[in-house]
T-cell receptor, first 113, second 113 residues
Framework: QQQVKQSPQSLIVQKGGISIINCAYE??????FPWYQQFPGKGPALLIAIRPDVSEKKEGRFTISFNKSAKQFSLHIMDSQPGDSATYFC????????????FGKGTRLSVIA | DGGITQSPKYLFRKEGQNVTLSCEQN?????MYWYRQDPGQGLRLIYYSQIVNDFQKGDIAEGYSVSREKKESFPLTVTSAQKNPTAFYLC????????????FGSGTRLTVV
């Protein structure tokens, strides 16, 4: 019930391509869905987040798509660049973010030239 | 600059030894969290605290202990009861204003020798 399932585990994308990472959840009480980006040896950093009252949120090249009925959300990285190579985590929490985040297992993205 | 400081960056523990990981924040955040990161496992919650002098167990609290005597500090002790402590440990904090995103420290890599 508390799990967030993330796929794929790893992803290789050509420079300029679109990277897509998917997450699914079961707990319908989740109401906050952030994505984090982590570079090796560093802590994760908040990339973008969405709440279930909207179906899409865009910030620069990063877009979250949210499907409430399917209990799925995804991260799209447009015009992927080698500097985007990192591990990406989806997460979710309840109570408007007041309960601890539950994280997916991560996706290692490699953008190759 | 406001942020979270974790120390040390690298820590080596002998079998049967207790070690303490430091986490200090100057963001005036109420809530603080400890996560453990293992390859392919994502981030798993060890302990969290939403207010001074109060903390709750996360999903993998066995073999760990914490204290929250000051708002700024949330140290984690890895005890000898933790049989597999080698991992990357991440501390995070969250404020109650301006969204619900976590700010993470840069992590401590603990290795058993």
């Amino acid at each position: 019930q508390q799990q967030v399932k993330q796929s794929p585990q790893s992803l290789i994308v050509q420079k300029g391509g679109i990277s897509i990472i998917n997450c699914a959840y079961e707990n319908t009480a989740f109401d906050y869905f952030p994505w984090y980006q982590q570079f090796p040896g560093k802590g994760p950093a908040l990339l973008i987040a969405i709440r279930p009252d909207v179906s899409e949120k865009k910030e620069g090249r990063f877009t979250i798509s949210f499907n409430k009925s399917a209990k799925q959300f995804s991260l799209h990285i447009m015009d992927s660049q080698p500097g985007d190579s990192a591990t990406y985590f989806c997460a979710a929490s309840t109570n408007s973010g007041n309960t601890p985040l539950v994280f997916g297992k991560g996706t290692r993205l490699s953008v190759i030239a | 600059d406001g942020g979270i400081t974790q120390s040390p960056k690298y820590l080596f523990r002998k079998e049967g030894q207790n070690v303490t990981l430091s986490c200090e924040q100057n963001l005036n955040h109420d809530a603080m969290y400890w996560y453990r990161q293992d390859p392919g496992q994502g981030l798993r919650l060890i302990y969290y605290s939403q207010i001074v002098n109060d903390f709750q167990k996360g999903d993998i609290a066995e073999g760990y202990s914490v204290s929250r005597e000051k708002k700024e500090s949330f140290p984690l002790t890895v005890t000898s009861a933790q049989k597999n402590p080698t991992a990357f440990y991440l501390c995070a904090s969250r404020g109650t204003l301006g969204g619900y995103g976590y700010t993470f420290g840069s992590g401590t890599r603990l290795t058993v020798v």
